[in-house]
T-cell receptor, first 115, second 114 residues
């Protein structure tokens, strides 16, 4: 069974530009989560999508946005990039989150560097 | 506001001995806890979890203990192996209200030496 995949592996942008990161969940998973891991910090929750809708959002500015497509893949967009956006962006997927907790399975991440 | 804390950034243990990784949390509403392992250039891998209705969960060499009154959990690895060398993240969830999100600690780098 293929795991969560993310592209690109690395992304280099300059300040003010926009970045688009992509994620394909495990087959059968409908929930996709995005996390940011800045250097020396733990994973910070960014966004949760389920069935094409944004279900929850972490404490990040509106220039962080995303969407989930009908095939459950997802895109994270970061507009007006700032130097502190440089981080590892991790995508995770899980089965539908309902009454029971379903473990989140992570992809390898996209390393975003803002110059 | 760091609701999940791993106060030891690193731990070094000899092969064959026990590794004990600690985690503290502040939110009493957390009711599900997980440990993830992360190797360089890879995403975190789910290791083991525990619900707040239990105080212990075992899976092979890995055991997680939960002390709700102290808001503390620990991961025991016995015996430790060099392949266990990785960063270990503790994570927590309040299934009732946090709507899918996990709160992570900053991680503990475990090094198991021969």
């Amino acid at each position: 069974e293929a795991g969560v995949t993310q592209s690109p592996t690395h992304l280099i942008k300059t300040r003010g530009q926009q970045a688009t990161l992509r994620c394909s969940p495990i087959s059968g998973h409908t929930s996709v989560y995005w996390y940011q891991q800045a250097l020396g910090l733990g994973l910070q929750f960014l966004l949760w999508y389920d069935e094409g809708e944004e279900r929850n959002r972490g404490n990040f500015p509106p220039r962080f946005s995303g969407r989930q497509f009908p095939n459950y893949s997802s895109e994270l967009n970061v507009n007006a990039l700032e130097l502190e956006d440089s981080a590892l962006y991790l995508c995770a997927s899980s089965l539908e989150t309902g009454l029971f907790y379903n473990e989140q399975f992570f992809g390898p991440g996209t390393r975003l560097t803002v110059l | 506001d760091q609701q999940v804390k791993q106060n030891s950034p690193s731990l070094s243990v000899q092969e064959g001995r026990i590794s004990i990784l600690n985690c503290d949390y502040t939110n009493s509403m957390f009711d599900y806890f997980l440990w993830y392992k992360k190797y360089p250039a890879e995403g975190p891998t789910f290791l083991i979890s525990i619900s707040s209705i239990k105080d212990k969960n075992e899976d092979g060499r890995f055991t997680v203990f939960l002390n709700k009154s102290a808001k503390h959990l620990s991961l025991h690895i016995v015996p430790s192996q060099p392949g266990d060398s990785a960063v270990y993240f503790c994570a927590a969830s309040d299934r009732g209200s946090t709507l899918g999100r996990l709160y992570f600690g900053r991680g503990t780098q475990l090094t198991v030496w021969p």
